[in-house]
Structure formats: C-alpha cells, structure tokens
C-alpha cells in the first residue's frame, strides 16, 4: 500500500513494514503542498495509521521535503522508528534537540537521557555525489544513492536517492535532476540489473521533459511510476502543471501504469495494475 501524504512524502506499507519518505514539509511552501494537517498530526502522535512507522528517509533538507522540529517530534513520538538521511537532515534534528534541551551539547551528545531519541537511531548517510552505500534497517534494505539535485542553483545540496527492498522494489528520487549521470553509475545498474524497480516514485519533470521520460524508460526501467511534487495549479501560473498533466495521460496511456498523487491521504494499491 503507498498512501500519499505531503508534496514528495508518501508512507509505503510493505510486507508489514512502515516506511516514511519526505513526510514533513516545513510549513506555507509557496508552490508545493504541505504534509496533509491531520496527517502530521498523527505523525507526530503516533496515531493509527501512521503510527508505529519502521524507517524514516529523508531525501535532503529543502523545506518543501523536510522540516526538523515535526522530524523531531516524530522520532520523540514513534520510538521504534528510525530516520535515514543526509549529514545536514540529522545535524539540523540535532539542533532542534538541542534547542529543545535548553544548552544541551549534542556533539557529545547524551540523548538517551530522559528522551526517546539515541544517536543510534539517526542513521547519517554521508556520500560524495555519485557514491552509493547499502544498509539493512529493520528488516528493510535499503540502496542509497547520493544524485545531483534538480536546477543549477542547487548543485551543492546534497540529495539521495533511495532503493528499498521490502518485498518489492520501491525507488524514490528524491529532487534528482533528470539527467544521465545520475543513473549511470556501476552500483546502479548492479541494483537494477539484479532486482529491477517494481515501483519508482519521481517527480512531475520526470514526466514532463521529453529527455526525462527517455530516462525512466532507458535507464530507469520501472515496472510502474507514482507521480509527486506536483505545483499546486492554485498558487502556481498553471503553466507546469497543465504541461505534467497532458505528459502524464501519455505516459499512462502509451507505456506504463502510472499514478499521478494529488490528493493528500489518496492510498493505492500495490503493485499498480496495468490500466489504473
Ligand atoms: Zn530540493
């Protein structure tokens, strides 16, 4: 089951297992929708369904992906959890911690006392662009891939990719930019080669852009596509979201099954059938 939740967030429940990607925005994005308010709320309550939640990943720090304090609140609320991200994700989780602790020093950091959060839940993923790491968490593997962000501007921000293998293959992009050497690399085309994606969750340019759709064929190879990130065509001219809406008809229609998340809460089944 993959439920959508926020802008690129969804919480995918596979073989028992919850795993959380992207769930809390920071608030008032001007183009992206927010985490859904009673599904933050939940979050951050431990509150069925989105209780009891496994793995937590972050793709990076951007607001319209992350946001430390409810990040924070969620680890507090949710002890089995547990958060897999970037070095900067964890450091500004830390921060919030330690604002929260009043002066607390976290780089020596004793947080097993009197709260919830350890550092051994906070799994820091630290990669030069084009490297890639395995780890097992959980009883959920996972493949991390550090890409080069979408948009020239953002060329520094350090973003992951993530290949997670918990009964099928989900893969989440994170802002990768579309663009070939994000997916060229050797431990790429291992992974895929040996368990191809069942399942890849990619934002609207994926569909969008001609070259972009050329790579989820040619490189990508997924069995299906859940679309995210999609502009909110109230707060944004309309021109992309007209543009990824015609692209996606077409892609549903000519080459894959495909999902386009727009309503925060929607639940799909998975996998996606043929024709959805
Ligand atoms: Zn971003």
């Known amino acids: 089951m993959l439920t959508y939740i926020s802008n690129a967030g969804v919480m995918l429940s596979l073989n028992g297992k919850k795993i959380l990607i992207d769930p809390l925005t920071t608030p008032d994005n001007q183009i992206y929708v927010d985490t859904e308010p009673g599904i933050r709320g939940a979050l951050l309550q431990n509150a069925a369904p989105y209780n009891d939640v496994d793995v937590v990943l ?141 399942l890849l969750i990619a934002n609207f340019p994926y569909i969008a852009i001609p070259a972009a759709r050329k790579l989820v064929a040619e490189m990508l190879k997924p069995a299906a596509l859940a679309v995210v990130h999609f502009p909110d065509p109230y707060k944004e001219a309309a021109r992309w979201a007209t543009v990824a809406k015609k692209s996606f008809a077409r892609v549903q229609e000519n080459y894959l099954p495909a999902v386009l998340l727009e309503t925060l809460g929607e639940c799909v089944a998975l996998p996606l059938e043929e024709g959805i």
């Open 58 to 198: 972050v793709s990076h720090h951007h607001r319209d992906h992350f946001h430390a304090e409810s990040m924070l609140q969620l680890l507090k609320a949710q002890p089995g959890s547990q958060l897999v991200s970037t070095p900067e994700v964890v450091r500004r989780v830390l921060e919030a911690a330690e604002g929260e602790a009043a002066g607390g020093d976290w780089a020596g950091l004793n947080m097993n006392a009197g709260t919830p959060l350890s550092l051994d839940r906070l799994r820091v993923v630290d990669l030069a662009t084009g490297e890639a790491a395995a780890l097992e968490i959980s009883g959920v593997k996972l493949q991390v891939f550090r890409t080069l962000h979408d948009g020239e501007d953002y060329a520094e921000v350090p973003n992951l990719m993530f290949v997670i293998e918990c009964g099928m293959v989900v893969a989440h992009l994170g802002d990768s930019a579309p663009v070939p050497q994000n997916f060229a690399g050797a431990a790429f085309a291992d992974a895929i080669a040996r368990q191809p994606i069942d």
